[in-house]
């Protein structure tokens, strides 16, 4: 996003001012001028990306718990009854939400271990349907 590269391990330190000064927003993503912005604010890595980048819904930095954490703490407010995952790395980041999250949430009895029914329809309680709607 910025074009510079980050330490894993440096989380929650704010970025080397060396690293700032060869950043550069990314012409393909909108998110990435308010980044550089709030990192050279002297912002941690952890707080950019959980904070000022995607402003609009949260983002987990961490490992697994504490994204499990959160998603059950949104879940039992009531402020979510479902939740879109994008993993950061796609390489990876699917791999370890099914690694390390899924089998938390299980644990707690908050995410189902198995599939009731064999199709998509099934899995939703759907009403079988063929050919054209009458309702159309």
Known sequence: MLGIPLNAAQL??????????NARPSPYDPRS????KIAKEGWSVRDILAHGV??????IVGPGIEAADHMQEWFEAG????FWI???VNS??????V??????????????HDY?????????????????????
């Open 12 to 21: 929650d330190e704010p970025i080397l001012k060396i690293l700032l000064d």
């Open 33 to 36: 001028v308010n980044a550089l």
């Open 54 to 59: 995607i402003d609009y819904h949260p983002v």
């Open 79 to 82: 402020a979510a009854d479902g």
């Open 86 to 88: 994008s993993p950061d």
């Open 92 to 97: 990876d980041g699917i791999d370890a939400f």
């Open 99 to 112: 690694d390390q999250v899924v089998p938390i949430l299980q644990e707690r009895g908050l995410f189902h």
């Open 116 to 136: 009731q029914g064999k199709t998509l329809r099934e899995h939703l309680g759907a009403l079988d349907q063929y050919g054209i709607d009458p309702r159309i």
